[in-house]
């Protein structure tokens, strides 16, 4: 079993940081990658940031979405199976269900991506 659990939500106010956190746990050989996702009020999910591992032979890549870039972080510790999301410069935009999708290579190599809970986050003064 490979679990999520995400943690760091809350509420800030506009200008402030947040750094939310993603541990994968459970029987994981490797991960291939991280994605941060939110969802706010009334809008659809979209990818905030992600971090993956390539193939053998292949580096990794970083993406942010646009609306994001110069203000927040990813970065993954692979040996400790923890991704981070650093977020600063907030605004009330921001605000939304941030989610965590792990994907991961289990002890079997069987390729898996887990969700966490979600967590929110509230910009606003």
């Known amino acids: 079993q490979v679990q999520v659990v995400e943690s760091g939500g809350g509420l800030v106010q506009p200008g402030g940081s947040l750094r939310l956190s993603c541990v994968a746990s459970g029987s994981i050989m490797s991960m291939y990658g991280i994605e941060w996702y939110r969802q706010a009020p009334g809008k659809q999910r979209e990818l905030v940031a992600s971090i993956i591992y390539g193939d053998n032979g292949s580096g990794g890549n970083i993406n942010y979405a646009n609306s994001v870039k110069g203000r927040f972080t990813i970065s993954m510790d692979n040996a400790k199976n923890k991704v981070s999301l650093q977020m600063n410069s907030l605004k009330p935009e921001d605000t939304a269900v941030y989610y965590c999708?792990?994907?991961?290579?289990?002890?079997?190599?069987?390729?898996?991506?887990?969700w966490g809970q979600g967590t929110l986050v509230t910009v606003s003064s």
């Open positions: 999708n792990a994907s991961v290579f289990d002890h079997l190599y069987r390729y898996l991506e887990v």
